[in-house]
């Protein structure tokens, strides 16, 4: 079944953040994007939260790309092209952003290497997609709307680019 597009408008953004803003219970001193659909809204959260540190983490998983979603033989080795060194989090409180939490891997994987160097991160996602979450019971901390739509977000459909939609 093919899912709805759903375009977002600049507003619907601004209050998709501050409804994530109103949900935070700590300070967060270094935000953490994770892949490139993540960059705008984790900058629109630095700046209501005055944070000046924002280190982008780069996570594919390049052998699974020819293989169905729920394929129980998928393989889901992460390579990580960028990552924040030890240097740069240390006495941070962190918080992982994504745009859209689909399956969530890229944000769990993320935050098992954040947790393998010795870091905590809590996680935040503009959209939650509980359908296509694969570790049962997983869930961003902090999420603004619940979709089963795929989203074009603002800067896409100003440029006139709508992605390919990868099933």
Known sequence: MDK??????????TRL????????????????PVNQAAIIPATMLAEAMEIKHLFLISVQFPLDMHRQPHDPLSIELPL????PSPEQL?????????????SGREVLASQARLE????SADCASLFFDQSETRLEGSAPLYYAARTVNDIIYPWQGSAGFYPKVVN
Do not use: M
């Open 80 to 83: 990580f092209s960028q990552f």
């Open 116 to 119: 393998r160097e010795g870091f």
């Open 17 to 32: 953040i501050d409804h994530l803003l109103a949900q935070f219970n700590k300070p967060y001193t270094c935000l953490l």
């Open 90 to 102: 240390n006495r941070h409180d962190l918080l992982l952003v994504s745009a859209h939490w689909h």
């Open 4 to 13: 709805r597009r759903e375009i977002l408008t600049w507003t619907e953004l």
